[in-house]
């Protein structure tokens, strides 16, 4: 069992930035991949950054070279550094994990903060 809070929503400018968190209850797995999807209003959940526990990182094209994502396992924590903000980011983030435990693949969701880029 997996618990995720996310934290770090809010609104900026365009051209600001934000860094999202989330924090996980504590699990250790040793074979995961983390995630940040988002979404807007009347779109469909997209994924964002993914980040594997091997480290390798995938972004969707339109986010490339402006948010990064990382993470820190001492702190059970995964972050999504957004730079250059513009209001096609507006959107609900929500942080995912992807594990495998002896019953199978598992996901768990945090609740999601808003995001809001406007002037």
């Known amino acids: 069992q997996v618990q995720l809070v996310e934290s770090g929503g809010g609104l900026v400018q365009p051209g600001g930035s934000l860094r999202l968190s989330c924090v996980a209850s504590?699990?250790?797995?040793?074979?995961?991949?983390q995630g940040w999807y988002r979404q807007a209003p009347g779109k469909q959940r997209e994924l964002v950054a993914r980040i594997s526990s091997g480290g390798t990182t995938n972004y969707i094209d339109s986010v490339k070279g402006r948010f990064t994502i990382s993470r820190d396992n001492a702190k059970n924590t995964v972050y999504l550094q957004m730079n250059s903000l513009n209001p096609e980011d507006t959107a609900v983030y929500y942080c995912n994990l992807r594990y495998l435990t002896r019953i199978g693949v598992q996901n768990s969701w945090g609740q999601g903060t808003q995001v809001t880029v406007s002037s």
């Open positions: 504590g699990s250790t797995f040793s074979t995961y991949t």
